[in-house]
């Protein structure tokens, strides 16, 4: 029984192609992210939706753009991607204190 | 704290030793701090955590030292195993627990 799952696992990708990820959670958390990790392991929050509404959106270009259909999804859409958005993306969530459920993690390469 | 584009920290340590991973937190106000344990291929997974009106808490194997003053925070690793390899990270968390910032990590590398 996954808690938070990702899809894809893997993504590659070509430079100005649209690309998205999904990401479910089956905890009742009511507060979901989206984090960026580089190639030195710097992990980086990107997006934070509470109860279907974006609560932190951290400098992130518009290119990137988070949807939340329901409080157990959060998906993340990239338009334009570009070879600098090479990253493992992770989804999270959270319920009250702000302990932090990942998911497995998307490996984004862009060609 | 904020990256600063240097390489990952390592630490190599002898199994059955004891490992003490740092970390040096940026924000005064930051009330809660949580250790975070990644496996290469995998999310990162919770260790241990700590409120700021306290300076130390144990877990099996693991403990959590705070100390305020200088906005350092360490983690202890008792008797440390192969399995325990893996990049550390610390979190702070202030603005009601929601706003999360990552430390750069500690890879920890067990020598059999």
């Known amino acids: 029984d996954t808690a938070v799952s990702q899809t894809p696992k893997y993504l590659v990708t070509q430079m100005g192609n649209d690309k998205s990820i999904k990401c479910e959670q089956n905890l009742g958390h009511d507060t979901m992210y989206w984090y960026k990790q580089d190639s030195k392991k710097f992990l980086k929050i990107m997006f934070s939706?509470?109860?279907?509404?974006?609560?932190i959106n951290e400098t992130v270009p518009n290119r990137f753009s988070p949807k939340s259909p329901d409080k157990a999804h959060l998906n993340l859409h990239i338009n334009s991607l570009e070879l600098g958005d090479s990253a493992v993306y992770f989804c999270a969530s959270s319920q009250g204190q702000a302990l932090h459920r990942f998911g497995p993690g998307t490996r984004l390469t862009v060609t | 704290g904020e990256s600063v584009g240097l390489h990952l920290p390592t630490l190599s340590v002898q199994e059955g030793d004891n490992s003490i991973i740092n970390c040096a937190y940026s924000n005064s106000a930051s009330d809660y701090f949580i250790w975070y344990k990644q496996e290469s291929g995998k999310g990162p997974q919770f260790i241990i955590d700590?409120?700021?009106?306290?300076d130390k808490r144990q877990g099996q194997r693991v403990t959590v030292l705070l100390n305020k003053t200088v906005k350092h925070l360490s983690l202890q690793i008792a008797a440390t195993q192969p399995g325990d390899s893996a990049v550390y990270f610390c979190a702070e968390l202030s603005g009601g627990y929601q706003k999360v910032t990552f430390g750069t990590g500690t890879k920890l590398q067990v020598i059999p």
């Open positions: 939706y509470n109860n279907k509404e974006l609560i």
């Open positions: 700590i409120r700021s009106n306290m």
